[in-house]
């Protein structure tokens, strides 16, 4: 909601709201699966993951997020009011939080600012249902597939920017990393895409689409 805003203009958007502002160190929990959540995140600084980890050898990377994005916000006013998945600091960060009583009031108070929090979570739960499409793929190319023709929608160009490390997308996709690896070596010889460590380039867009038919 507030990537092109710095932390002081952040800050200054809550001056009449109660908030808690707290530092991470980098590879600090944020918060544990199963924990209770009744405060909305807002990261003024850094960068935070969120994880469902599975086993020590077996982790789903849900999400990256930076500067100016909110976590939470779905989560605290749930039934459950429970963490579904574990937030990391990624980087050394800073996150203010604000109670969701005092959050409520705060959109009631500001009507401009409750219509870009629902467009911004209208958003997530649309970028959810495409990950749980992606998770109920069969297969590891049927999976990649599916990733690189989204991107493709959401950056409109044959050239994807990889946004995050291949350990981390390996994780989105819920496959292991050496998987990965050998199934982009698959792709390109058959001359579906090609690749580099920041881009994918699609070859052969109508082949990728017809995977996902099959």
């Known amino acids: 909601m507030f990537k092109n805003h710095t932390k002081d203009t952040i800050l200054e958007l809550f001056t009449e709201t ?53 976590f939470g916000e779905i989560i605290a006013f749930s039934n459950a009011n ?21 959050f409520i ?15 911004d979570l209208t958003n997530k739960i649309m970028t959810l249902n495409t990950s749980i499409t992606g998770l109920s793929l069969t297969s590891i190319r049927q999976k990649l597939s599916h990733f690189i023709i989204n991107e493709y929608k959401k950056q409109g ?30 792709m390109r010889e058959l001359g579906l895409i090609d690749y580099s460590k920041d881009f994918i380039k699609i070859l052969d867009k109508c082949a990728l689409e017809e995977i996902l038919m099959q």
């Open 18 to 70: 109660k908030y808690k502002v707290v530092t991470y160190s980098k590879n600090d929990i944020i918060a544990l699966e199963g924990d209770s959540c009744t405060k909305i995140g807002l990261i003024l600084e850094g960068t935070i993951d969120i994880k469902r980890i599975l086993t020590s050898n077996s982790t789903i990377h849900v999400a990256s997020l930076g500067t100016g994005n909110l």
């Open 82 to 102: 429970k963490y579904p998945a574990t937030v990391l600091s990624a980087t050394n960060s800073s996150v203010l939080f604000i109670n969701k009583i005092d």
């Open 105 to 119: 009031n705060y959109c009631t108070d500001h009507p401009k600012f409750l219509e870009m929090f629902l467009n």
């Open 157 to 186: 160009t044959m050239f994807i920017k990889l946004n995050m490390t291949k350990q981390k997308l390996s994780e989105a996709l819920g496959i292991p990393r050496p998987s990965l690896s050998r199934e982009l070596i698959n």
